[in-house]
């Protein structure tokens, strides 16, 4: 089975500062999807980021950019000029093209922003 | 607006109780999803539709149940054999093979 790992249960940044968040995945496949999801307090499961395997282009989305590493399966989220609204659990997900039903999450990683 | 509906937002059950939790999209998605979040934990596959009218199990289905009668209707029933029910349930959606989009959530507890 496939495995998503975030080796970083808490991480803490001071606000306008940047901080990379880690997550390594396991898999056999070649065609795939990688996700970072954003959980506030009210538990919504948003979507940060996508980046599908056969790119090779770091995808962005304004202050938000990945690290892409696909041969050594490692899917780092990097937060610039972080926000106090960026406070919250980040889950990183892997998700095969193949198979619908094999989505997996990492644990999460709650970050928290100092003012 | 598009979306993932999901209701009630606070659901209370007692023991030996049945209850249903609603999810409706209007994304025109085919697949959708049932999964269940314990405290400090991930996210974890109950029970997951690629189309209508089929559904199969997840990770954690016993005490569950599902049915899929509509594209646009995907409700979750939460069975008294579930012994531990206690829990946030997300609902989510996709287009087949691609992004997955969540709703708000329901709380589910016992008392």
């Known amino acids: 089975a496939q495995t998503v790992t975030q080796s970083q249960p808490e991480m803490s940044v001071q606000e306008a500062e940047t901080v990379t968040l880690s997550c390594t995945y396991d898999?056999?496949?070649?065609?795939?999807?990688l996700f970072w999801y954003k959980q506030p307090p009210s538990r919504q499961m948003i979507l940060v980021i996508r980046?599908?395997?056969?790119?090779?282009q770091n995808a962005t989305e304004n202050r938000f950019s990945v690290n892409f590493q696909k041969a050594a399966k490692s899917f780092s989220l990097k937060i610039s000029d972080s926000q106090l609204g960026d406070a919250a659990m980040y889950f990183c997900?892997?998700?095969?093209?193949?198979?619908?039903?094999?989505?997996?999450f990492g644990a999460g990683t709650r970050l928290t922003v100092k003012p | 607006d598009g979306g993932i509906t999901q209701s009630p937002k606070y659901l209370f059950r007692k023991e030996g109780q049945n209850v249903t939790l609603s999810c409706e999209q209007n994304?025109?998605?085919?697949?959708m999803y049932w999964y269940r979040q314990d405290p400090g934990q991930g996210l974890r596959l109950i029970y997951y539709?690629?189309?209508?009218?089929?559904?199969q199990k997840g990770d954690i289905a016993e005490g569950y149940s599902v049915s899929r009668e509509k594209k646009e209707s995907f409700p979750l029933t939460v069975t008294s054999a579930q012994k531990n029910p206690t829990a946030f349930y997300l609902c989510?959606?996709?287009?087949?093979?691609?992004?997955?989009?969540f709703g708000e959530g329901s709380w589910l507890t016992v008392v």
């Open positions: 997900a892997y998700r095969s093209a193949r198979y619908d039903n094999d989505m997996r």
């Open positions: 989510a959606s996709s287009i087949r093979g691609d992004t997955i989009y």
């Open positions: 539709s690629q189309i209508v009218n089929d559904f």
């Open positions: 980046q599908e395997a056969y790119k090779q």
């Open positions: 898999t056999s496949e070649s065609d795939y999807y």
């Open positions: 994304l025109n998605h085919d697949a």
